[in-house]
């Protein structure tokens, strides 16, 4: 794997292996180990033209516990603010010699014309492009679920919320169909639904009871405001009503249910805080395997 920029039509084999990586690394910090040299010597850049918290966070982690040095390049500070084009900037951080840019950037496609314009032997890692994917999420949501839920075909997953505009939702389903899951429900309001033909693998639905009756897991979406036309955003408390999860709502899935979000959550929108702090919440498990999919990322990129 030279670059990471999307799942979609990642082989099943690449995408086990990567996680079969990040657990490997999972037990290593488990039984004590903090930090590998691994990419002792090599350089990652985050370059992030969008806000994060835990993707860019755990990026950092994650290349700093493999002994590689990072550098988090401050946008706000940059020379982008003095109209330098993003391929010139690309060319003048490549001429420093990095071994890796993980990008974040509110076009889609921005991290693949990033790697039909690199001219070193850098890596390129989409961390998040407009509405089109997450890799790294979704990568690590399937980690999550394959702890608790190892047997994909048996597996029902409702990800339900602002599925248009989520690029969280496309990696997912990448991710699962992949993976062979049994059934793949995407539920939310009309405006807020993709074309059914961008997602030939999954159901579609406007009525949450419905859709999560009997899942196994729940991945709820935020609204997406910063990618919405005006006239999308719905009235949140109405929105809360028809799509929000509470505990009457989890009651519908099936036992146990794993409830997962890539946050940032919005408590009292698209989920209850009973919910999001709940015994069923893998919220948290996410965010800590976030680090080590990246580890399991780097790790394959970086020494091959
Ligand atoms: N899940 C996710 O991408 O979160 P951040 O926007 O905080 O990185």
Redesign the pocket.
């Known amino acids: 794997l030279r670059h990471l920029t999307t799942l979609e039509n990642l082989p099943r084999e690449t995408i086990e292996r990567l996680l079969d990586r990040a657990l490997a690394v999972r037990d290593a910090c488990a039984h004590g180990t903090r930090k590998l040299d691994l990419l002792a010597g090599r350089t990652v850049l985050n370059l992030f033209f969008?806000?994060?918290?835990?993707?860019?966070?755990?990026f950092e982690l994650a290349a700093r516990r493999l002994g590689a040095d990072v550098v988090n390049f401050d946008i706000g500070f940059s020379s982008a603010n003095k109209g330098e084009e993003l391929y010139d900037t690309l060319h003048t951080l490549e001429a420093m010699h990095l071994d890796a840019i993980v990008v974040?950037h509110k076009v889609s496609g921005t991290p693949d014309e990033l790697v039909r314009h690199a001219m070193s032997g850098v890596s390129v890692i989409n961390?998040?492009d407009g509405n089109r994917a997450?890799p790294t999420?979704g990568l690590l949501d399937a980690l999550t679920i394959r702890q608790h839920r190892p047997d994909f075909g048996k597996l029902v997953v409702t990800i339900c919320g602002d599925v248009k505009h989520s690029r969280?939702a496309r990696s997912d389903v990448h991710a699962l169909a992949a993976l062979g899951a049994r059934e793949i429900r995407l539920c939310g309001p009309a405006p807020l639904m993709p074309d059914p033909a961008e997602f030939p693998h999954c159901s579609f639905h406007d009525d949450f009871d419905e859709a999560i009756a009997g899942a196994d897991v729940a991945i709820m979406l935020r609204l997406q405001k910063e990618r919405m036309a005006a006239t999308e955003l719905p009235d949140e408390a109405a929105y809360f009503r028809q799509y929000g999860l509470d505990n009457r709502r989890l009651a519908l899935a099936a036992r146990g249910c794993l409830v997962m979000h890539?946050?940032?959550i919005n408590r009292g929108i698209e989920i209850a805080p009973e919910v999001a702090d709940g015994p069923q919440s893998r919220i948290l498990e996410?965010v800590g395997n976030?680090v080590f999919v990246r580890m399991a990322v780097l790790g394959e990129m970086l020494t091959r």
Not at 50 to 58: A, C, D, K, N, Y
Request: aromatic share 0%.
């Open positions: 969008e806000p994060s918290t835990r993707t860019r966070t755990s974040r961390a998040g997450h999420q969280v890539p946050g940032p996410q976030g």
